[in-house]
C-alpha cells in the first residue's frame, strides 16, 4: 500500500506561484503513475496534470497547460507541481494520487492511493 502525503499549498495572489510536493511510502514509487487532481467546493474532483513511471510522459488538464509543469524523483519517491501564472479559479483542494502502471487517467475513480490533500487559495 502506498501512502502519500501533500505539502507546499498555501494563500498567494493571483499572478503567483507555488509549488507542491507529494511524497510517497510504502509500496514501489517507480512502479507507479502519479497524477495531481483538485476539487473546489461543491464540485467534482479534476484531473489537473499526471506523470508516467519514468516521467518521461506527462498530461495536463486545458485549463493549466501552459502554467504548469509536473515532475518527480523517483530516487525521493516525490512527485511535485510547479503552478505558475496563477489564477482565482485554481483555487481548490490539490490531492496527488497513485496507480500501479504506465496508463495515465483523467478519471480519478481509476487511481488506487490517495493523500489527504493541501488548500491552494488564489487571491484576486
Known amino acids: 500500500q502506498v501512502r502519500l502525503v501533500e505539502f507546499g499549498g498555501g494563500l498567494v495572489q493571483a499572478g503567483g506561484s507555488l509549488r507542491l510536493s507529494c511524497v510517497a511510502s510504502g509500496g514501489t514509487f517507480s512502479f507507479n503513475t502519479m497524477g495531481w487532481f483538485r476539487q473546489a467546493p461543491g464540485k467534482e474532483r479534476n484531473f489537473v496534470a499526471g506523470?508516467?513511471?519514468?516521467?518521461?510522459?506527462?498530461d495536463y488538464g486545458n485549463s493549466v497547460k501552459g502554467r504548469f509543469t509536473i515532475s518527480r524523483d523517483n530516487a525521493k519517491r516525490a512527485m511535485y507541481l510547479q503552478m505558475d501564472s496563477l489564477k482565482p479559479e485554481d483555487t481548490a483542494v490539490y490531492y496527488c494520487?497513485?496507480?500501479?502502471?504506465?496508463?495515465?487517467?483523467?478519471?480519478?475513480?481509476?487511481?488506487?492511493?490517495w493523500g489527504q490533500g493541501t488548500q491552494v487559495t488564489v487571491s484576486s
Open positions: 494520487a497513485s496507480r500501479p502502471g504506465e496508463a495515465m487517467p483523467t478519471n480519478p475513480d481509476f487511481y488506487d492511493n
Open positions: 506523470i508516467g513511471r519514468s516521467g518521461a510522459t506527462t
